[in-house]
């Protein structure tokens, strides 16, 4: 565990999901209850369907609950509406994915840029720069994501979710898409940006390696969360 966590700064209560499925209502998530403090490092793991990325997107602000309520930053978040999620997420929120979700027309550099463009950054160029370099890929700033490899496309998802210096970030098997070598300098390189931005971290993995090193590990089963060993 972390020697010095701080506030939460995520927090779920009684969260349920609900959706319209051929046989009728299916229930993916069941009263789940959650706290992320300031500087933690989360573990969900689980069987695929078992919820886990729809917890993480309930968390994040990108889907609504049935049930319950979700707080992000001190403020609660499931009875605000998309536009009202989204200024609240900016600077605060990152999330690396594990298809890496980069914009296929922008360069490395451009990609970690416009989330800073448009949330106000202050020398959002130097910031962006930056951060490339901190993942190592400041000779690749030009390059579109069809000129990078896997892991590298990766990184740059790991600069573009840094740079603001959220509070809390999310990520989504991010090394789902990684071979074992690559995938092992991916977690490398997230517990050390995570620890230099005294960010908390909640991650979705199957990678038993990095989930032992994580603060904490979760089991995500039948759509309840249960403590992991």
């Given at each position: ?143 579109f994501p069809r000129q ?34 690559t995938g092992e300098h ?44």
């Amino acid at each position: 565990m972390s020697e010095a966590l701080g506030p939460v700064v995520s927090r779920a209560i009684g969260l349920g999901k609900d959706v319209n499925g051929p046989g009728g209502r299916l229930t993916i998530l069941d009263g789940c209850d959650l706290a992320v403090q300031a500087g933690e490092a989360i573990a969900i793991l689980g069987a695929s369907g078992s919820g886990k990325s729809t917890l993480l997107g309930l968390l994040a602000g990108l889907d609504t609950a049935s049930a319950g309520q979700v707080w992000l930053c001190g403020q609660r978040i499931d009875d605000l509406d998309e536009d009202e999620r989204a200024a609240l997420r900016s600077g605060r929120v990152g999330f690396v994915f594990q298809n890496f979700q980069l914009l296929p027309t922008l360069t490395a550099l451009e990609n970690v840029l416009l989330p800073l463009e448009l949330g106000g950054t202050q020398d959002a160029d130097r910031v962006a720069a930056e951060a490339l370099d901190r993942v190592g890929l400041s000779e690749r700033a030009q390059h579109f994501p069809r000129q990078l490899s896997g892991g590298e496309q990766q990184r740059v998802a790991i600069a573009r979710a840094f740079a603001p210096r959220p509070a809390i970030l999310f990520a989504d098997e991010p090394t789902g898409n990684l071979d074992l070598g690559t995938g092992e300098h991916i977690i490398d390189l997230l517990l050390a940006l995570r620890h230099d931005a005294g960010a908390a971290l909640v991650l979705v993995t199957h990678d038993s390696l990095l989930a032992e090193r994580c603060d904490r590990r979760l089991i995500m089963h039948a759509g309840r969360l249960e403590a992991g060993s």
